[in-house]
């Protein structure tokens, strides 16, 4: 059973533009949120995370954004950059990590 | 930088052929995770030591797979009579402290392993 989901597989975006992935889980005991970009024959780097307790975290171009009566997380990327262009994974933790399926972003130039 | 190693990259086995995945995770990390990642899907936790101990194994699918870290440094996962099932990337991880959910996980590159 699926408890973490990223329900687009892909996303195109013009550069300059907002980049909006969303991700929704289950599980209301998870605590800790976090998003991993990934890029071919690389393993997952961590980007940004939010704890349970925030509703918001900024960094730079990436915010998170975290709804916990909707279950929902999105991250946000402003503005879009062609070197975006990756798997994004978000993942959510209760003494274990559950990850995403992945969402594809392709910024165009 | 030195970061998280796995080797071999790729892999592949013959059917009921025994493997054995290595990980050097970075030099002074004390946690180390092992994921499964079918083609398509997101990791999947299987295992977690904190230095030599195997805290958590609840995530391993078989008795056919089987995990140490017996120094506290490198890991090796090791399955037993693959089958093609088992045909994933096997990333492991490593972070600085108890491996609790605010503790950044660093991956390595993965091995692609191929079960024919």
């Known amino acids: 059973d699926q408890q973490v989901k990223q329900n687009s597989p892909s996303l195109s975006v013009q550069e300059g533009r907002i980049s909006i992935l969303n991700c929704d889980y289950t599980n209301s005991m998870f605590d800790y949120f976090l998003w991993y970009k990934k890029y071919p024959a690389e393993g997952p780097t961590f980007l940004i995370s939010i704890s349970s307790i925030k509703d918001k975290n900024e960094d730079g171009r ?12 999105s991250l946000h990327i402003v503005p879009s950059q062609p070197g975006d262009s990756a798997v994004y994974f978000c993942a959510a933790s209760r003494n274990q990590f559950y990850f995403g399926t992945g969402t594809s972003l392709t910024v165009i130039p | 930088g030195a970061g998280v190693s796995q080797s071999p990259r790729y892999k592949v086995a013959k059917r009921g052929q025994d493997v054995a995945l290595r990980c050097d995770p970075i030099s002074g990390h004390v946690s180390l995770f092992w994921y499964q990642q079918a083609l398509g899907q997101g990791p999947e936790f ?11 194994k609840s995530g391993l699918p078989s008795d056919r797979f089987f995990a140490e870290r017996p120094e506290g440094s490198v890991s090796t996962l090791k399955i037993q009579r693959t089958q093609q099932e ?6 492991c991880a490593s972070s600085l402290g108890d491996g609790s959910s605010t ?8 091995t692609r392993l191929t079960v024919l």
Not at chain 1, 62 to 73: C, D, G, I, R, Y
């Open chain 2, 46 to 56: 299987l295992t977690y030591f904190q230095n030599e101990a195997q805290l958590d």
């Open chain 1, 62 to 73: 990436f915010t998170v954004f975290l709804n916990k009566s909707a279950k929902h997380l």
């Open chain 2, 103 to 110: 503790d950044t996980q660093y991956f390595g590159p993965g």
């Open chain 2, 86 to 91: 088992d045909s994933a990337v096997y990333l």
